[in-house]
């Protein structure tokens, strides 16, 4: 029997199909993948067939030259390319690795000498905590997109429940060892 308020830990998503497709590189300077506009690449997908397996995460940095996706069928790359919104930062909007990030960040900072703020690290602690509670109901393999015919066109890499756990907790545990008011948390 399991204690009470331990979340059970959801499976992770099955890893990306391979595509034994063709790549599809970055062609811009190095930037930030900020969104997907996936409407539009479902739509070509579809007209040509075509599977789309992309290789990198909304929040990722592009490098120019890396693989963004992987492209089976005669889809353009252009159409990829364009389906990726970019800029010099992560946002809010598709990235939900950037809360997580923003968090543990601040946590990080807070029980430091500098900074000797451990009611900070406590509330970052609790948000943290309380975001993955929200997560561990939640169906997070959804990185399959089907077409209006049925067929999956678009894989999408997305965040495992272990990649937020990661995130928001892997770096905190070593400097929170020494903080009496965190380890005092139930």
């Known amino acids: ?3 009470p308020g331990v979340l059970d830990i959801p499976p992770s998503p099955p890893r990306l199909p391979p595509t034994g497709g063709r790549p599809v590189p970055w062609p811009r300077p ?3 993948l900020q969104q997907l506009e996936l409407r539009r ?11 789309v397996v992309f290789r990198v995460r909304v929040g990722q940095t592009l490098w120019q030259g890396a693989t ?12 990829v390319v364009e389906s990726c919104v970019t800029g010099v ?34 509330q970052v602690l609790d948000a943290i905590v309380g975001l993955l509670a929200l997560l561990a109901s939640r169906d997070l393999a959804v990185g399959a997109v089907g077409s209006p015919s049925g067929a999956t066109r678009i ?7 272990a990649d937020f756990v990661s995130e928001g907790l892997d770096e ?7 903080s ?7």
């Open 89 to 122: 930062n992560r946002t809010f909007e598709q990235d939900p690795l950037l809360a997580f990030r923003l968090l543990a960040d601040i946590g990080l900072r807070a029980p430091s000498p500098a900074i000797n703020d451990p009611a900070t690290a406590v």
């Open 68 to 79: 963004v996706a992987e492209v089976s069928g005669s889809l353009d790359d252009d159409v």
């Open 30 to 32: 190095q930037t930030a």
């Open 41 to 51: 690449l479902l739509s070509a997908a579809e007209r040509s067939g075509s599977v």
């Open 172 to 178: 905190r545990l070593v400097p929170s060892k020494n």
């Open 180 to 186: 009496p008011m965190v380890l005092a948390q139930p």
């Open 155 to 161: 894989h999408l890499d997305l965040p495992a429940w």
């Open 1 to 3: 029997m399991r204690p």
